[in-house]
């Protein structure tokens, strides 16, 4: 059987298995936490600080996806301090990214009042669509660096290794080795990588040619096209 820590989490006591996160022991409890770059499949890397909850005795707020929980420990999930954490962060994303096809995104805007105009002078991330493979677009506009798709193209899942992250600070992005297209990469298009995404900066190319307003017979055309030039 698994052994056991006691810890409290918003003044009650909860019991959960030695190794849990405190995320995993919150919601044990009932209290939710939001989330951006953790996601069930993948190793969490604590990058956006969405989920910080305040732990008793310690300075700074902690990645409730990444620390575990601790004999005696006790962890405020919501207080005012959490709050504002979250709600600038949220601000800071929107001012500098692309988050109109992050519906999650926009909702936990809502729920913290977070206000979209707080920075107006922040340097935006832009960057040009990339098409170049018969299964995805990316564009690295709508990218809010959370590692998903490396991570699930790398050990998480696929061990691909498609996909990289290269650069420091607010010039980091997300590619391939050298800049290189899709095809001239590992890249095996399983699709793993845009199911993970949570902005739609990875997008399945059928649904981007919907929105270009394709018709699905002259996607099914450029199909078989691509299909009979590749075999032919
Ligand atoms: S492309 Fe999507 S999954 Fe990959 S790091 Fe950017 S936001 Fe995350
Ligand atoms: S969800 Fe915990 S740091 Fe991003």
């Known amino acids: ?10 003044g009650e006591r909860a019991s959960v298995e030695i190794g849990s996160t405190l995320m995993e022991a919150a919601r044990q409890m009932g209290a939710s936490i939001p989330t ?24 700074l707020l902690q990645p409730a996806c990444l620390v575990k929980a601790a004999e005696g420990m006790k ?22 990214m ?5 519906g999650e995104i926009q909702e936990m805007m809502d729920e913290y009042g977070a206000d979209q105009g707080r ?9 040009e669509l990339k098409d170049d493979n018969p ?3 990316r564009d690295y506009s709508k990218c809010l660096l959370c590692w998903r798709c490396v991570q699930v193209c790398a050990d998480d899942a696929q061990y691909t290794f498609a996909l990289s992250f290269d ?22 298009l399983c699709g793993q990588c845009v199911g993970v995404c949570p902005t739609g ?11 270009q307003g394709m018709s699905t017979q002259q996607i099914s055309v450029l199909n078989t096209g691509r299909k009979r030039r590749r075999n032919g």
């Open 119 to 127: 920075f107006p002078g922040a340097h935006r991330r832009e960057a």
């Open 167 to 188: 650069g420091r600070g607010f010039e980091t992005q997300i590619g391939t080795f050298f800049d290189r297209t899709i095809p001239e990469t590992t890249c095996v």
């Open 75 to 96: 962890v405020r999930t919501g207080g005012d301090r959490v709050v504002r954490a979250r709600r600038t962060i949220l601000e800071m994303l929107s001012s500098t």
């Open 36 to 59: 951006i770059c953790y996601h069930e499949a993948t190793t969490s890397n604590g990058l956006c600080r969405t989920c910080v909850v305040e732990v008793e005795g310690q300075r």
């Open 135 to 137: 299964m995805y677009v």
């Open 201 to 211: 900066a990875l997008k399945h190319k059928r649904e981007h040619l919907l929105e």
């Open 1 to 10: 059987m698994a052994e056991h820590i006691t810890l409290t989490i918003d």
């Open 98 to 102: 692309d988050l109109s096809e992050a």
